[in-house]
């Protein structure tokens, strides 16, 4: 389980480190940050994506690039400009500011850190090409418990080179050339040289992000579609029936009844099967037919959406949801919330509904994490720098 995650310089995130639990909740108003956490933790994930086209560098240009992702205040952070009486707008930076995120653990023996540090390209070192403005990967560290140390470091990347930790406790070289846009966890590597390196990447790539599931007019998952067994809910829920049919047949099935009873009491799901179409069907009290997935609501095919997804055959070692309440009955709040809870899964949960997260928040393993905003730097509420979880960078 993640017990740490930190973001150095990304967007309003200046410097925040952050205590996670088996379910958190990270709540605020508008505007505080909220988001910039989420998008920090998928470009996180990014690192073991599976190369340049869907890797950390990649993930950026998408955002609009390094320049647009960094922190825009003073080196020095605003909050501590304006307690020295230094303007916010106009200062200048003395060093090169380098975007950082990271997450660690507490399990020395079983759970793997890792931190990566970006930063664009020193001038003059690029060369002819056109892509000078590519952020480069400055550093990246695999290391064990928390936090991050030179003793507990087990794979280790200054620019080009990487180094994994040896049976006797030295180094051996893995790579000395490195592309400055791949990230080590992408980098083919010998399993049995850096076995750490390849299950913290297999562990990454296995975390799931639910933001955009689609319950518009036009969206997948309310037409039939061809099904096969789908152990995990596709990003925009489109293969919501076959998704459903999954957990029906190799996954908890009762759980699922028991799911549907306590928001739609009395209702039962059916999935129509015709000629390996999949479509979803919800039989409601008082009607003489089900409902097709094209006649439910928005509100209810979102939270049938979000049942395959937090009662996967496969849950993942995380589950990232922002702002899942959209769309929903204040009376779902507290349904969606012992769904949440029941997961067996560790879970991010990213919203500003008070009601879901007072609902949340009377689970003994829930923690709470309100965000506000500082002179325009993300912080967590109540959380001063002594209360903090112990946090260290790579160094270079």
């Avoid at 380098?98 to 660690?104: D, Q, T």
């Avoid at 204040?330 to 879970?347: G, K, T, Y």
Wanted: net charge negative; glycine share 8%.
């Amino acid at each position: 389980m993640i017990t740490t995650l930190a973001f150095e310089n990304y967007r309003s995130l200046r410097r925040l480190v952050m205590p996670l639990s088996e379910l958190t909740v990270v709540a605020g108003a508008n505007g505080v940050g909220k988001s910039n956490v989420y998008r920090g933790l998928r470009l996180l994930a990014a690192a073991a994506s599976g190369g340049h086209r869907n890797g950390m560098v990649a993930a950026l240009a998408r955002e609009g690039g390094l320049q647009s992702a960094l922190w825009a205040g003073p080196q020095q952070g605003s909050v501590a400009a304006a307690a020295q009486g230094v303007a916010a707008q106009g200062t200048a930076r003395r060093e090169p500011v380098r975007l950082k995120v990271g997450f660690s653990t507490r399990d020395a023996e079983n759970g793997y850190g890792y931190a990566f540090e970006l930063g664009l390209p020193a001038p003059g070192n690029t060369g002819p090409t056109a892509f000078s403005l590519d952020p480069e990967i400055k550093a990246e560290a695999v290391f064990s418990g928390e936090p991050l140390r030179p003793a507990t470091t087990l794979v280790s990347r200054s620019g080009p080179l990487l180094k994994s930790r040896n049976a006797s406790g030295g180094w051996e070289v893995l790579h000395r050339y490195a592309a400055s846009y791949e990230s080590m966890l992408d980098l083919p590597v010998d399993p049995a040289a850096a076995p750490e390196l390849v299950a913290l990447a297999r562990t990454l790539q296995g975390w799931r992000f639910y933001d955009h599931l689609r319950t518009d007019q036009d969206a997948p998952a309310r037409r039939a579609h061809v099904g096969t067994r789908t152990p995990v809910l596709a990003d925009g829920g489109d293969d919501l029936a076959a998704a459903l049919q999954t957990v029906v047949e190799i996954g908890d099935n009762a759980r699922l009844e028991d799911a549907i009873d306590d928001a739609f009491p009395g209702a039962s799901l059916q999935i129509d099967v015709s000629r390996g179409q999949f479509d979803v069907n919800l039989k409601r009290t008082g009607l003489l037919r089900p409902l097709a997935a094209a006649e439910l609501s928005d509100g209810t095919l979102r939270y049938l959406m979000l049942l395959a997804a937090l009662l996967s055959p496969r849950p993942p070692a995380l589950l990232v949801l922002n702002e899942p309440e959209t769309s929903l009955h204040p009376e779902l709040m507290a349904p969606l919330a012992r769904l949440i809870v029941s997961c067996p899964a560790q879970v991010i949960v990213v919203t500003h509904n008070a009601s879901l997260v007072r609902e949340l928040a009377r689970s003994e393993v829930c923690s709470v994490l309100t965000l506000e905003s500082r002179q325009g730097e993300t912080a967590v509420a109540d959380l001063g720098p002594l209360d903090e979880p112990p946090w260290r960078w790579c160094s270079r």
